[in-house]
């Protein structure tokens, strides 16, 4: 690849001859491909190769927005009126300065990618499919809020059991998709290209341990807390990079020690034979290949990364936890994810409906209830 003279794709197609199938690889700069561009690619590929096989054209679905389009977009709306209103809400998000999270702070020159040590933890498809369906069905939250409540849970727990005091906050560095349809006439739904947002956000669970009804008070704290961010938080990189007159104020803002990022679900190759399972990845390879520069300085002292892969026993989450090697330690950070699957556990165990429903404020647009009144008509619902 040669992305300073334009080179973003290559492709190379691995004969085995007329009585095996081969394999074709595709390598794309990270700059033209994310995550849900793969989701639009592998089905065209499909169709591609089924129209080529049949000696037709490919005529592939129309792209409604174009990426340059959605750039000039972007540009645009960085510099109006309601976007720079949220400034406010940046400034205070990244306000107070967070103790160091590991030994020392990053240092640029030592803590590179090459430097970088990785861990990656699984889990089993029943405690999955809870995190995935059953959770979030039975609290009415998303996938994200589950897993960023049981995140928060376990940094801030882990921070009183080490440093003491009353830690009840964490700001994490929140990667997603970047897909967000602002106005009508945006249709970005077969686009392909890099449209990742990362923003900040201070999460707060509040004072709790990890038993079930404490720990599901604190996901009806952090998913209203996550919902107040417009439009999943693409204001801050347009306010950050797009618009000089704001980007000076949060440019100088603390940089949060944690990142996170979930990739979503991912199927398993197809067993069918049809031209579907042609078109899948590789078995035998990563389900997303990646790469850096080994020399570039590493921007989090910690790095999750979560995907859920289809299998033929069911789904399961891989959480891969990356930090430089001389901040954190491989024992802390095992420590770390696995108080994140216990607070996961706290959060899947047994949601019935005897239990809260999970319902919070932004649940009901049409009436004014604050959370304490919606628990207690709960409550009255349950013993009536």
């Known amino acids: 690849l ?20 081969g394999r074709l690889l595709l390598a794309l700069h990270h700059l033209v491909v994310d995550g849900v561009s793969w989701r639009i690619l ?11 096989a049949a000696g037709r054209t490919a005529r592939l679905e129309p792209v409604g927005t174009s990426f ?15 976007r720079t209103a949220e400034l406010e809400l940046w400034e205070r998000m990244t306000a107070a300065p967070e103790r ?21 933890l699984t889990m089993d498809p029943e405690r999955t499919t809870a995190v995935l369906a059953e959770v979030p069905a039975a609290l009415n939250a998303s996938v994200n ?84 961010l417009p439009d999943n938080g693409l204001g801050y990189g347009l306010l950050r990079h797009l618009n ?21 679900r ?27 520069d080994p020399a570039l300085p590493l921007a989090h002292c910690l790095e999750i990364n979560v995907l859920t892969q289809d299998g033929v026993d069911g789904p399961r989450l891989a959480a891969t936890w990356s930090w430089p090697d001389g901040v954190l330690s491989e024992p802390e950070v095992r420590d770390l994810a696995e108080d994140w699957f216990t607070a996961l556990d706290a959060l899947s165990d047994r949601p019935d409906r005897s ?20 628990d207690l008509l709960e409550s009255e619902w349950r013993n009536s």
Do not use: C
Not at 108 to 119: I, W
Not at 364 to 371: E, N
């Open 145 to 228: 809020e589950v897993m960023l409540t049981a995140l928060a849970l376990a940094v801030t727990g882990r921070r009183r059991k080490r440093e003491g005091g009353d830690h009840t906050a964490v700001l994490i560095d929140l990667e997603g998709h970047g897909r967000e349809e602002f106005a009508p006439d945006i249709d970005l739904s077969r686009t392909v290209g890099w449209f990742t947002s990362l923003y900040p956000v201070r999460l707060d669970p509040g004072r709790t341990d990890q038993e079930r009804a404490p720990a599901m008070a604190a996901l009806k704290r952090v998913k209203e807390q996550l919902r107040a």
């Open 2 to 21: 040669a992305p300073a003279t334009g080179g973003m794709v290559e492709a190379v197609w691995f004969d085995a001859g007329p009585d095996r199938p």
């Open 42 to 52: 592998v089905p065209d590929l499909t169709a591609a190769w089924q129209a080529a």
């Open 355 to 374: 239990m809260s429903s999970g319902w919070t404020p932004s649940d009901l647009p049409l009436v004014s209830l604050s959370q304490a009144e919606i």
């Open 266 to 292: 991912f199927a398993a190759p197809s067993d069918s034979g049809g031209a579907d399972a042609e078109w899948t990845a590789d078995p035998l390879t990563d389900v997303l290949g990646a790469g850096a």
């Open 244 to 264: 000089p007159h704001t980007a000076e104020a949060l440019r100088t803002r603390p940089v949060p020690q944690i990142s996170f990022n979930y990739l979503g």
């Open 100 to 120: 160091t999270l590991g030994r020392r702070p990053l240092d640029p020159v030592r803590d590179t990618a090459g430097s970088a040590r990785s861990l990656t």
């Open 68 to 82: 340059r389009t959605w750039a000039e977009r972007l540009a645009e709306e960085a510099h109006s009126p309601g």
